[in-house]
């Protein structure tokens, strides 16, 4: 006889959207916004109409989710822990790690996000939240420069922007090579640096 799938017991509406959330996050890594609420309800243990209780539609449920992956702050806490008494090269290596890995693991959903939240004139909220990470993330890489603004002829801000625009022309730009590790230590030099030559035909260090 074959198994019935095993139902997750009547849950509280918040408890029931964050449930759903859970499992919906996963499939979205694998399937996009073309996820079917049947796969959302396999995952989650629960009725196809389960969803719809909770949320008005699929899409909302999907917008929710993208929201709850795309949360910054692991991401803050590991450039809040750069130690700041470590030299700019080394601080600028290990942020770009930090972000360049961000962009990495959820390149699916900032596809997603584009397409269902910045690109949809419906969802403000959902907008305005993905616009508040975006801001957070650049304050958390400009106070990892800010210690050494004195030594930049650009404000700490601009080079935090720099930073996040090269981490992401890596992931979604159309010269990205996957068969070269991105390098934080690079980009850092790459900032730092340049591509000149000094006088004695070695990289130029600032």
């Known amino acids: 006889m074959e198994s019935r799938r095993r139902r997750q017991p ?3 509406p918040d408890d029931r959207r964050a449930a759903l959330i859970a499992a919906t996050i996963p499939l979205l890594h694998t399937h996009g916004p073309e996820v079917s609420t049947r796969q959302i309800a396999d995952a989650a243990g629960c009725a ?3 969803i719809f209780g ?5 899409t909302q449920l999907v917008v929710c989710s993208i929201i709850k992956a795309l949360d910054p ?9 750069i130690d700041r008494s470590a030299d700019l090269r080394t601080r600028l290596a290990e942020a770009a790690e930090i972000v360049h890995a961000r962009m990495s693991e959820h390149a699916q959903l900032f596809h997603t996000a584009r397409r269902l939240i910045f690109m949809n004139e419906e969802n403000p909220e959902a907008r305005e939240k993905m616009a508040a990470s975006r801001t957070v ?4 890489v400009t106070a990892v420069i800010e210690p050494d603004a004195d030594s930049l002829r650009i404000s700490p801000a601009r080079a935090a922007r720099l ?4 981490c992401g022309g890596d992931i979604f730009g159309p010269f990205g090579d996957n068969e070269t590790r991105f390098s934080g230590a690079d980009l850092a030099s790459l900032l730092l640096d340049g591509i000149f030559l000094s006088n004695h035909g070695e990289p130029a260090k600032c």
């Open 10 to 12: 009547a849950l509280a």
């Open 54 to 58: 909770v949320f008005d539609n699929k």
């Open 163 to 166: 930073l996040l625009l090269y």
């Open 137 to 140: 993330l650049h304050n958390a």
């Open 48 to 50: 196809e109409g389960t």
């Open 73 to 81: 702050q692991p991401s803050l806490d590991a450039l809040a822990a």
